[in-house]
């Protein structure tokens, strides 16, 4: 089946130290997404990549990055992770940035901040 | 910018009863309205959407109405089953935008 996979499912970082998260997709989608999710809270959007073409959200923090090496992977980094960025990370899919495509979602990565 | 807002934030109902879950939003450009279901520890699955140009559409026990009028949709779930008890959030996306802008969400408990 095709799918949004995101590895690992659980991740335990220590403060200030770099982690990176994962997410491939077998859709073949144009289109991929990193949210946040806090407890309790709606995904907010972080950023997202259109192909190779990055769109940073107007108040994403910079300790946020992301790449997308090739169009099945895209990655998120945390440069240096505080006890705030503790939350579930989606990533999502789309074909394309109309505004009746749907965004298919991954189970997310749940991190954890020491 | 757009805002969506989502009542109740949480519902419990007897299985077998109906659920209903509201959300007004701001921007009368927002066209695209889906409904997204989230188990525990799972990401949002997408269970059913409406397009501007439609003032109801029906999947099984889930229906979901539009007032564009009013700006307003509503998520309709019909003899709802224990499995149906998950976060709902609904969203709206405006046309010609990648965006899609979450309500807060409802805790939905279907008591056995």
Not at chain 1, 60 to 73: A, E, H, K
Not at chain 2, 8 to 34: H, M, R, W
Not at chain 2, 71 to 86: C, G, M, N, Y
Request: glycine residues 6%; proline residues 5%.
């Amino acid at each position: 089946d095709a799918m949004v996979i995101q590895n690992p499912r659980y991740q335990v970082t220590q403060f200030g130290k770099p982690v990176t998260l994962s997410c491939s997709q077998t859709l073949n989608h144009n289109v991929m997404y990193w949210y946040q999710q806090k407890s309790s809270q709606a995904p907010k959007l972080l950023f997202h990549y259109y192909d190779k073409d990055f769109n940073n959200e107007a108040d994403t923090p910079d300790n946020f990055q992301s790449r997308r090496p090739n169009t099945s992977f895209c990655f998120l980094d945390i440069r240096s992770p505080g006890l705030g960025d503790a939350a579930m990370y989606l990533c999502a899919t789309s074909r394309a940035r109309e505004s009746y495509d749907e965004q298919f979602f991954g189970p997310g990565t749940r991190l954890t901040v020491l | 910018g757009e805002n969506v807002e989502q009542h109740p934030s949480t519902l419990s109902v007897q299985e077998g009863d109906s659920a209903v879950i509201k959300c007004t939003y701001s921007d009368s450009a927002s066209n695209y309205f889906p409904w997204y279901k989230q188990e525990l520890g799972k990401g949002p699955q997408l269970i059913i959407d409406i397009r501007s140009n439609v003032g109801e559409k029906k999947d099984q026990r889930i229906a979901v109405t539009l007032n564009k009028t009013a700006k307003h949709f509503s998520l309709h779930i019909t003899e709802t089953q224990p499995e149906d008890s998950a976060v709902y959030f609904c969203a709206a996306r405006m046309d010609s935008s990648y965006k899609l802008i979450f309500g807060s969400g409802t805790r939905l408990l279907v008591r056995p």
